[in-house]
């Protein structure tokens, strides 16, 4: 009887170990958010693609590149999704394991111009922070052009850190250029980010972030013309009556603020 309790106990010992180990690896942000790419909605498409660009994992990026390229694989059935290369040989996107095949029922993620750019500025965000100085001012020009308020905190993060001049002057104009396009940006950030004279709040400078300031609805007001010396002279003497058969244009019309006209009673 002891013999059997003992031998009881080890196995649940053992399974509770197992149980412990093995959920994480099944389970996780991450790998719901790939999972999401297997439903076939936009909506769950683009949260998929701002969570996994944000994960840090090391398949984020052949992920969200091979979305882009049409070789990202996502079987409805199963809900597994596949990344297959450009030498034909595919992984699990969750787990990084090789496959032999994909499934005949997984079909290429499909994509409209909304998602295209989040997958621009995923990109573009995955990038940023790259040793090459090169990657990093083309990762900062696309995320510039796709002004995609996903890669915020990325650009951010990436102006902290970053030492070289044109690519510091890329981000601060990629950064404007978010802020200027973002849903829920005030009017005061938005103008500031159309360009500050003196470079004092924002890193960049003006130039292209100026004309997406434009392209935005914002930009300097237009002066007013001024006012000619005939034009003033003629507001002064008052306005010039042009009614057909007055003896002449420059006598003052009945309207004029000048004449008392006379009572009903008189």
Sequence with gaps: ???????????????????????????????????????????DTEEAIGVIAGSGNKLAFPIISALQDGRLMADPDSKKVYVTGADGKSIDAATGE????????????????????????????????????????QAAQSVFKSHEETALDAVDAALAKETNKSVKAALGE?????LLFKSDASEVEKLEAVGDPQGARRPGGL?????????????????????????????????????????????????????ALPSPSA
Aim: glycine residues 6%.
């Design 207 to 259: 130039g292209a972030a100026h004309r997406h300031g434009r392209s935005a609805g914002l930009g300097r007001p237009k002066p007013r013309p001024a006012r000619s010396a005939r034009s003033s002279r003629r507001s002064r003497s008052g306005p010039r009556c042009r009614t057909p058969g007055t003896a002449s244009r420059s006598a003052r019309c009945c309207c004029s603020p000048r004449l």
């Design 98 to 137: 090789p496959v032999a095949s994909v499934p005949d029922s997984a079909s290429a993620v499909r994509l409209n111009n909304r998602l295209r750019r989040s997958v621009d500025a995923a990109l573009g965000s995955l990038t940023l922070q790259s040793p090459d100085l090169a990657t990093r001012l």
């Design 1 to 43: 009887m002891p013999t059997n309790l003992s031998a009881r106990l080890c196995t649940f010992v053992l399974s509770l170990f197992l149980i412990a180990f093995a959920l994480p690896a099944f389970a996780g942000p991450f790998e719901d958010a790939v999972a999401k790419f297997a439903n076939d909605e936009f909506s």
């Design 174 to 178: 990629a950064r404007a250029a978010i």
